[in-house]
């Protein structure tokens, strides 16, 4: 999986490389006609058919450009048909729990956070200045 990350006019891409014949295929932004850039950081779901990446997602545009940005964290599958916007605010650096249920990242305010994806419940585990990374136990 390899992000080129986005800019201010959402051009972030996001493709995948197969090791077995080589090849390079964009899964994203392709069939989402650029409504959400990628801001650089991207985990693969345990089950290998999705992925999550924190995320501008733009609200209009004005003639070329994209405006009202909004960050938050975008699951989007591995066909790149379906991006979901799960949670909007200033979040970074997610990662998949190993049982696929709940996503580890980083909050406005450098608190280290958890979001259940099937309750939606997000919680506060731990604050303190210059966290990043966060990363489930094996």
């Not at 201010?8 to 994203?28: A, I, M, P």
């Not at 280290?112 to 136990?137: C, E, M, N, V």
Request: glycine residues 14%; positive net charge; without cysteine.
């Amino acid at each position: 999986l390899y992000s080129t990350g986005g800019d201010d006019y959402g051009n972030g891409r996001l493709s995948v490389y197969s090791f077995g014949n080589g090849h390079l295929r964009e899964v994203y932004p392709r069939s989402l006609n650029n409504h959400f850039a990628i801001g650089g950081i991207v985990a693969w779901a345990p089950n290998g058919n999705e992925f999550v990446a924190d995320t501008y997602a733009w609200i209009g545009r004005d003639g070329n450009h994209h405006v009202a940005k909004q960050q938050g964290l975008l699951t989007i599958n591995l066909s790149g048909s379906k991006a979901k916007l799960i949670l909007q605010g200033n979040y970074t650096d997610p990662n998949w729990s190993r049982d696929g249920r709940s996503i580890v990242f980083i909050g406005a305010g450098s608190s280290i956070q958890t979001f259940d994806l099937k309750t939606h419940r997000r919680d506060i585990l731990y604050r303190d200045s210059g966290l990043s990374s966060p990363r489930w136990q094996p």
